[in-house]
């Protein structure tokens, strides 16, 4: 099955730098790659993804590369703010008409410090 | 669209009492996955189902916990009886073709 690891566990920015959570997957088959926002106490919520078919996506301040050769994707987020604490979470499916499961990286604790 | 809705949002029992959680996935949605978070084990995937099928239960813990999914706009997972090692958030999520979290359920087991 689908194998994806995520680095680093943890990341600690100043505010105003940029941060960068990166992960691979195994399985060459997957076309579709999320990254979920999880604050303290709530649910992970979905804030970017990309499919296979594209390289870059960006949205406001946040983007996600892909490259499909080396099977790694990552998230890039520019301008931190005190709100961008959160644990970060990557993840990998085939999206087809049956929607399986997300298999999903271990978490990035990203804190951004005033 | 009020999203994914789960009931209760907090559950406090007592060892080997019955609990069972609630989820409503988004209308149109084709796919539900239950999961457990906890500090120690991180975001687990118990089940899913696809059009009401369950498709991999190879993530329930053991044979005190089950899952249905009679209809398209509703499923349980029960867990009878309960162990203090269950204490855990339960997340029910919904898919098709994004995947969107329920707000979960926050077990305590004593």
């Known amino acids: 099955g689908e194998n994806v690891e995520q680095h680093p566990s943890t990341l600690s920015v100043q505010e105003g730098d940029s941060a960068v959570i990166k992960c691979t997957y195994s399985?060459?088959?997957?076309?579709?790659f999320p990254w979920y926002k999880q604050e303290l106490g709530k649910r992970p919520q979905l804030i970017i993804d990309?499919?296979?078919?594209?390289g870059e996506k960006k949205d406001q301040r946040i983007a996600v590369t892909l490259n499909k050769t080396a099977k790694h994707f990552s998230l890039h987020i520019t301008e931190t703010q005190p709100e961008d604490s959160a644990v970060y979470f990557c993840?990998?499916?085939?999206?087809?008409?049956?929607?399986?499961?997300?298999?999903f990286g271990q978490g990035t604790i990203l804190t951004v410090h005033p | 669209d009020a999203g994914v809705i789960q009931s209760p949002r907090h559950e406090v029992t007592e060892m080997g009492q019955e609990v069972t959680l609630r989820c409503k996935p988004i209308?149109?949605?084709?796919?539900l996955f239950w999961y457990r978070q906890t500090m120690m084990r991180g975001l687990e995937l118990l089940i899913y189902?696809?059009?009401?099928?369950?498709?991999?239960d190879s993530g329930m813990p053991e044979d005190r916990f089950s899952a249905k999914m009679p209809n398209a706009s509703f499923s349980t997972l029960k867990i009878q009886p309960s162990e203090p090692r269950d204490s855990a958030v339960y997340f029910c999520?919904?898919?098709?073709?994004?995947?969107?979290f329920g707000p979960g359920t926050r077990l305590t087991v004593l």
């Open positions: 399985d060459s088959a997957s076309n579709y």
């Open positions: 990309i499919r296979s078919n594209v």
């Open positions: 993840a990998a499916s085939l999206r087809g008409t049956s929607y399986g499961k997300l298999t």
């Open positions: 999520a919904s898919r098709g073709p994004k995947q969107f």
């Open positions: 189902f696809n059009n009401n099928v369950p498709i991999d």
């Open positions: 209308s149109g949605h084709n796919s």
